[in-house]
């Protein structure tokens, strides 16, 4: 009974995350933020709805593949997030009209027309 409800919880908090990460993809200014949303709530997220399976389907096997799973979600999805970002900034993706100032000021490195 508390392993059904502590699995609910956690599938419900998972789904609302990765829930929110779907309407800031929509409600987000430009390419930089959506990709924030995306990479931290949606693993976040990701990571609970998993150990809520975890709780829901115990066993030994249950467990090392949802514990490898969450392992590489929060290892790859920020690293996949940062270099989305870093490619787009670097293709010239403008930025949302509210940023105040740009941190990088062109400082990401040379571009691959730049190489030529």
């Known amino acids: 009974m508390i392993r059904t409800l502590a699995a609910s919880v956690l599938l419900l908090l998972g789904t609302a995350l990765i829930a929110i990460s779907a309407v800031g993809m929509v409600r987000l200014p430009d390419v930089y933020n959506r990709m924030n949303s995306v990479a931290k709530a949606a693993s976040l997220g990701l990571s609970f709805v998993l150990l809520g399976v975890l709780l829901l389907m115990p066993g030994p096997r249950t467990a090392v593949v949802v514990l490898v799973a969450v392992g590489l979600q929060l ?3 920020p690293v996949g997030g940062y270099a989305l970002a870093r490619a787009a900034y ?5 930025l949302a009209a509210v940023t105040r100032y740009d941190e990088l000021g ?4 040379p571009t691959p027309a730049d190489q030529d």
């Not at 670097?90 to 403008?94: F, I, K, T, V």
């Not at 062109?106 to 490195?109: D, E, F, L, M």
């Open 75 to 77: 290892f790859t999805a």
């Open 106 to 109: 062109g400082r990401a490195g």
């Open 90 to 94: 670097r293709s010239g993706a403008p």
